[in-house]
């Protein structure tokens, strides 16, 4: 394995742009997760050659080829499975997943659950825009029930999935969503994801302008946008709204919507815990539409996969020592021909 | 044990002997079949084995699809098949005997288990009459044992196991009485038995004793008056292992792995019949093997070009299904240029096809069943132990050419087992591995070209992250040349589909010409590959001996086919390729060479025969 020392040479954001010519469409929200992927990478305290992107296909799969570290655009859905055999191959890496919620969740559904679960050292950035982009505008697995669209003319009637959700549920042990419109937010959460040890996932509400230009109306004026979302920290209280007037309480199992004042006070509110063993909060909080959170969901710590391999080849080079060809040959029944 | 020394004055000597063991799935067949090979193999015989055995993990007791086989020959000759068909039947109930009757030798031996000759269980394998009495067996020489009775008695003063527990060891009883026939020792079954029931001394007892009361029931019983002896073969002078063609290639792989310096990754999804080699690799942690059960194996597929990526000796091993499941991501593998193995243990198919049983059809797959123009080096092992040999030529020829390499491994010869003799690890040669060095400094100033070509193989460098100053992306779209880039210019794509097709071909420069058995100018050639090897070439073997015009070449390397190889085919007056598909490899080399090559296909998902083969010649021969 090559290993390089760290330069102590400070990298800035323009060593992260490659030389290839950017070809989303004008306006799109990948342009501005890009911009802010780039400033993130020189703080993540990994040299630039080893990080790698990999991705699948779509138009958020191009990712890779913008950024002037190692990468692969690789086949529909399976940029997991590529990034897993990566980092069990080198484990010093910093691998980042690219992918949609065509790409992940529908062709490649299996391979996302199958990587969180197994918490391998991967960043799993989900661009969510609710519709299939480069095949030019058919509904996806987290379109709306009733989305007109060229492939479901009448209205779609599949349920859609929820992204972090179906990720809690499968174990994952990093789970945050950030949203493209708010640069400082999505800085934060990637720089965080990076830091985390396992798999990382991460779901970017993302604006495909030509396709589905007002799924994200809701969160994109600035004046009143905070009224529609939930921003979590660890310890504190729910709290949300323009005038941060209203919280989030439970009543029962069903978190419910209240105006702070006549009686309610910050004492009453749900506190979050990102750090809870128990993804019970964390599911419910997925699953809250109005307002939708941001933020880190949950952050708990668990053996990467990558370590587990490897701590099996260190556990079994201690009892049997590192193996020997000769050995291994004759670990049989064995006879002599003379 | 010194009963077992004494000399028996009607002890028969033989060049060779075919046994089969045949029962219920639950019945043991398996092992006890193998502890009779490894006895043998220990004494010194040449041995080659065939497990035959359901897809069913236990299909109900008695009934003809429950049946499992194990069929071994020993001899003291030089042997390359498991023998054509048994001549000594060990059948177990009656569904065993219905199975396979049709096989045996005429005037073979048949030792039947009578206790199971029940009215019940003689209804389930559908005998109306009851074939020990009737005459069905007439020709051939019964030997009528009530095992399982006399297996009960033999055991009655063990307490601690119940009825049922005993009737376990039956199977042992069996293996004792065969023992005693072909005048085998007893050590190393009862050593086998103690290390794998370590820490349960009543089961120890129970097998030991039942095998050693096997034993002594032939050699007090007259029924069992004939018994005979197979000397050892003069095999070449060495330390010898028995290896199945499974655990061959996994050990090729590991050796491979050490002399490239490399982990080896080990990606894959459990499929029968390749499951064994990642059961064989998982227990190797401790040279760095990083085996990974993926979720499918689509999965598999992918963390394999993702560790070759990384720089690891990456290998996926599967079945036809996760073959055509994998080849979207192996024709990735194909446009990254990066070297894997991909391991293909063929089955009966198509679709699940014969799981247990073996076909050599997935050829065609191999070479053309992926979208694009999309060549891939093929090699094919020819027995057992040569998986070991094909399992490092793969890795060696994918490094060399930074490509994927498919070896077509076949069920039979997973399973099968033969004599290896262990070689000498230094006399296997490192296999060179080139990564370009890090560019601290450069970066911009001087571009890494990540296509640019070896000019004698045409393979790119195989660059892997980590290294400063090449970070290059790559991925599945059509590139320039040199650097990669996406590129869906007609002049770059015609040269990267001529510069790939070209690499491939150009491994013809290292591997070895093809060698010819038999009378240079002979009328017949026949050309065979995979696991048929054995049979083909014991009846060219025997042919030749009888001056018949007839010779044999049988093909290790399938793309790109050894140069020599279209002047061999045009010597010859016929050339007839025998082979367990419909024809494919005929097909390949018609369309390869344009020559008149006939097929003569097996559909049978069973090896051939030599009889078969033998036939065949003679049937060609009289045409002349």
């Not at chain 2, 799935?25 to 090979?37: I, K, V």
Request: aromatic share 8%; proline share 6%.
């Amino acid at each position: 394995m090559t290993t390089v020392p760290l330069e102590t040479v400070t990298l800035n954001r323009k060593d992260f742009v490659s030389d290839q010519e950017v070809r989303w469409c004008p306006g799109c929200g990948d342009y501005s997760i890009l911009a802010q992927m780039q400033k993130v990478m020189p703080e993540i305290g990994y040299p630039k050659e080893n990080i790698v992107f990999i991705s699948g296909i779509g138009c958020s799969s191009r990712f890779p080829y913008y950024m002037n570290t190692y990468g692969i655009h690789s086949i529909h859905g399976r940029a997991p499975t590529l990034a897993t055999g990566l980092a069990v191959a080198n484990p010093a890496l910093s691998v980042w997943v690219i992918t949609g919620d065509g790409d992940g969740l529908s062709i490649g559904g299996n391979h996302l659950i199958h990587a969180c679960r197994r918490n391998i050292d991967l960043n799993i950035i989900l661009f969510n825009n609710r519709v299939y982009g480069l095949t030019k505008g058919q509904y996806s697995p987290t379109s709306r029930v009733g989305m007109k669209t060229k492939s479901s003319p009448m209205g779609s009637i599949d349920r859609p999935l929820e992204p972090l959700a179906l990720a809690l549920s499968a174990e994952a042990s990093f789970v945050a969503r950030s949203i493209d419109n708010n640069p400082n937010h999505l800085v934060d959460i990637l720089t965080q994801a990076a830091a985390h040890k396992g798999t990382s996932f991460v779901e970017v509400y993302q604006n495909c302008l030509i396709f589905n230009k007002d799924e994200w109306n809701d969160f994109s004026d600035r004046k009143s946008r905070d009224d529609h979302l939930l921003y979590l920290e660890h310890g504190q209280p729910m709290i949300f709204g323009v005038n941060r007037d209203k919280g989030i309480r439970l009543r029962g199992l069903e978190p419910v919507v209240v105006e702070l004042g006549n009686g309610i006070s910050e004492s009453d509110l749900l506190v979050h815990d990102a750090f809870a063993n128990s993804t019970t909060l964390a599911y419910i909080l997925s699953r809250l539409e109005h307002p939708s959170v941001l933020g880190i969901l949950r952050d708990v710590e668990r053996l990467s996969y990558a370590d587990g391999v490897l701590g099996q080849v260190k556990e079994a080079r201690a009892k049997k020592g590192p193996g020997d060809l000769a050995t291994l040959y004759l670990d049989s029944d064995i006879w002599e021909v003379k | 044990m010194s009963i077992i020394e004494e000399k028996d004055p009607s002890l028969k000597e033989l060049d060779s002997i075919v046994i089969r063991f045949a029962g219920d799935s639950g019945d043991g067949m398996q092992l006890t079949g193998t502890q009779f090979t490894n006895t043998s193999a220990i004494l010194g015989n040449d041995i080659s084995t065939f497990p035959d055995f359901p897809a069913e993990i236990r299909a109900p007791a008695g009934t003809m699809a429950g049946v499992s086989g194990f069929q071994v020959m020993f001899s003291r000759q030089d042997i390359l098949t498991p023998g054509d068909s048994p001549d000594v039947l060990v059948a177990m109930n009656p569904a065993a005997l219905k199975k396979n009757l049709p096989d045996l030798e005429t005037g073979g031996i048949i030792i039947v288990n009578t206790d199971s000759f029940t009215k019940s269980n003689l209804a389930k394998a559908k005998y109306l009459s009851n074939p020990l009495e009737d005459g069905t067996l007439e020709g051939h020489k019964v030997l009528p044992v009530p095992l399982t009775s006399l297996n009960r008695e033999a055991l009655k003063d063990i307490d601690a196991l119940s009825t049922k527990e005993k009737d376990r060891s039956q199977n042992l009883f069996a293996l004792g009485i065969s023992f005693w026939i072909f005048d085998r020792p007893l050590e190393t079954t009862c050593e086998w038995i103690e290390k794998k029931f370590a820490g349960r001394p009543e089961i120890i007892e129970a097998n030991q004793k039942a095998l050693r009361m096997g034993y002594y029931f032939g050699e007090n019983t007259e029924i069992f008056r004939q018994r005979y002896r197979i000397s050892p073969a003069s095999l070449p002078e060495g330390t010898y292992r028995k290896v199945t063609g499974n655990e061959a290639t996994a050990l090729g792989l590991v050796t491979a792995a050490v002399k490239a310096g490399k982990p080896l990754f080990y990606g894959s999804y459990p499929i029968t019949p390749a499951s064994d080699i990642l059961h064989f690799l998982a227990k190797l942690r401790h040279f760095d093997v990083r085996t990974v059960q993926a979720e499918d194996e689509i999965a598999a597929m992918g963390t394999v070009i993702g560790a070759a990526f990384g720089g690891n000796l990456a290998v996926t091993g599967t079945s036809g299904p996760g073959i055509a499941l994998k080849s979207e991501a192996m024709n990735l593998a194909l446009v990254l240029e990066l070297p894997m193995v991909i391991v293909n243990v063929q089955r009966g198919g198509p679709s699940t096809g014969l799981p247990t049983k073996t076909e050599q059809a997935d050829l065609l797959q191999a070479m053309f069943g992926r979208n694009g123009e999309s060549p891939i080096p093929i090699l094919a092992p020819q027995s057992p132990t040569d998986c070991f040999d094909i399992a490092i030529e793969a890795a060696r020829l994918a490094i060399r050419a930074m490509s994927p390499v498919i070896i077509l491994s076949e069920g039979y010869l997973a399973n099968s087992s033969e004599p290896w003799k262990i070689p000498d690890v230094e006399s296997i040669a490192p296999i060179v591995v080139h990564h370009p060095a890090a560019r601290i400094g450069t970066n911009g100033e001087e571009p890494f070209l990540p296509y640019q070509r070896d000019p004698e193989t045409l393979a790119r460098p195989w660059a892997i992250p980590g290294t400063a100053g090449l970070e290059y992306r790559v991925g599945g779209l059509g590139k320039a040349p040199l650097t990669g880039n996406v590129s869906y210019e007609s002049k770059h794509h015609e040269q990267m589909i001529n510069d790939r097709a070209e690499k491939v071909a150009r491994l013809a420069d290292v591997i070895p010409e093809q060698d010819v058995y038999g009378p240079e100018n002979a009328d017949l050639l026949l050309v065979s590959w995979g696991g048929s090897f054995g049979a083909v070439r014991s009846a060219v073997i025997r042919a030749v001996r009888e001056d018949k015009s007839v010779a044999h070449a049988h093909l290790r390397y399938l793309n790109p086919f050894p140069r020599n190889l279209e002047e061999i085919l045009k010597r010859h007056k016929r050339v007839v390729v025998p082979e367990l598909n419909n024809g494919q490899l005929a097909f390949l080399l018609r369309g390869t060479f344009a020559l008149d090559i006939e097929s003569y296909p097996k559909l049978h998902a069973r090896p051939f025969r030599i009889n078969e083969i033998s036939n065949k010649i003679d049937e060609i021969l009289a045409q002349q």
